[in-house]
């Protein structure tokens, strides 16, 4: 089952390192948000860039393995250890989807405090 995973992840490496390198300076900025001279706010922002684009493939990730486990659950019939591992996959996907974006909106909430200029709402 794992290598059907990092299978479905390789092939969305072409699209990651396409938008990765895309120029800065153009009319939709890639992932990079510097070439050179770059500061710890362009970190900051390449950090959030990079965890956006996960966020942004997550879902199609999941979409593909929800199918398998359609696809599982359809073609159980009278197996009942099939129908329970379609219905792990479907259990596991969703638990992942949720951590996921939990932890997109802790990692966000760290960057955004970060990256802003005026700390008054932290009593400073």
Same mark, same amino acid.
């Given at each position: 089952?794992?290598?059907?995973?990092?299978?479905?992840?390789?092939?969305?490496?072409?699209?990651?390192? #396409?938008? #990765? +390198?895309?120029?800065?300076?153009?009319?939709?900025?890639?992932?990079?948000?510097?070439?050179?001279?770059?500061?710890?706010?362009?970190?900051?922002?390449?950090?959030?860039? #990079?965890?956006?684009?996960?966020?942004?493939?997550?879902?199609?990730? #999941?979409?593909?393995?929800?199918?398998?486990?359609? +696809?599982?659950?359809?073609?159980?019939? @009278?197996?009942?250890?099939?129908?329970?591992?379609?219905?792990?996959?479907?259990?596991?996907?969703?638990?992942?989807?949720?951590?996921?974006?939990?932890?997109?909106?802790?990692?966000?909430?760290?960057?955004?405090?970060?990256?802003?200029?005026?700390? @008054?709402?932290?009593?400073?």
């Amino acid at each position: 089952m794992m290598y059907r995973v990092f299978f479905a992840l390789s092939l969305l490496f072409p699209a990651f390192a #396409a938008r #990765a +390198f895309e120029h800065p300076g153009g009319a939709e900025k890639g992932i990079v948000p510097c070439v050179d001279a770059c500061d710890f706010k362009d970190f900051i922002a390449l950090l959030k860039n #990079a965890i956006d684009f996960g966020i942004y493939v997550a879902p199609m990730i #999941a979409a593909i393995i929800f199918a398998y486990g359609g +696809f599982l659950y359809m073609t159980a019939g @009278s197996n009942q250890g099939q129908t329970e591992k379609a219905k792990e996959v479907f259990r596991l996907t969703l638990i992942g989807l949720v951590f996921v974006f939990g932890a997109w909106l802790i990692v966000n909430t760290v960057l955004s405090t970060l990256t802003t200029s005026d700390f @008054s709402i932290l009593g400073g």
